[in-house]
């Protein structure tokens, strides 16, 4: 939806779309990454391009026919800085104006980061918080902890909140990954 706001309908609505993820990691730490934010940032934005590579190329059929041309189409999304990421850690502080925000993997952040993420809102911002409070990776949170289940619960009947609840029958990803969230 940030997409089509800023690039099929440019009403000025929006500067930019921003995405951040907490840094919660799957297995133990990496370590030390070299470079500047962006590169040590890479790894934690990799899904972002797994997802765009679907919203830019819907054609399942042929989506991965032509790697390179494929490849050059999120490129220029980040070249026009349509899409910008950052690490979730240097928005303190910040106030955020006409900007679409999403947040991936809210269910990783706790509820005083989350807390943090909507206070930084300006004018015309609008903030997605997304994550399956089921698939936590932070140590001591858990479904009940966790900052999107925080911020779910906090914000209902807001006037300025929606919330959308996905069921498991709605999972986007593949036949095998819908059979394992209903049997682990």
Do not use: W
Request: charged share 30%; net charge negative; glycine share 6%.
């Amino acid at each position: 939806m940030g997409l089509k706001k800023i690039i099929n309908h440019p009403t000025g609505e929006y500067r930019r779309i921003l995405i951040c993820r907490p840094n919660a990691q799957f297995d133990s730490d990496i370590g030390f990454l070299p470079g500047d934010e962006q590169e040590k940032i890479s790894p934690i934005m990799r899904p972002i391009i797994d997802n765009l590579e679907q919203l830019i190329d819907s054609n399942e059929d042929e989506r991965y026919e032509n790697e390179r041309e494929l490849a050059k189409k999120i490129e220029e999304i980040f070249d026009r800085q349509l899409i910008q990421t950052e690490a979730l850690n240097f928005i303190r502080g910040r106030s955020l104006e006409k900007t679409y925000l999403i947040i991936d993997e809210a269910q990783n952040m706790t509820p005083n980061q989350v807390k943090g993420i909507i206070t930084r809102a300006g004018k015309g911002t609008k903030i997605i918080l997304v994550g399956d409070p089921s698939q936590i990776d932070k140590p001591f949170l858990d479904e009940r902890t966790n900052g999107l289940t925080y911020a779910a619960g906090k914000m209902k009947g807001s006037p300025l909140c929606y919330q959308l609840t996905m069921m498991a029958d709605e999972c986007e990803r593949s036949p095998l990954a819908l059979d394992a969230i209903q049997r682990l």
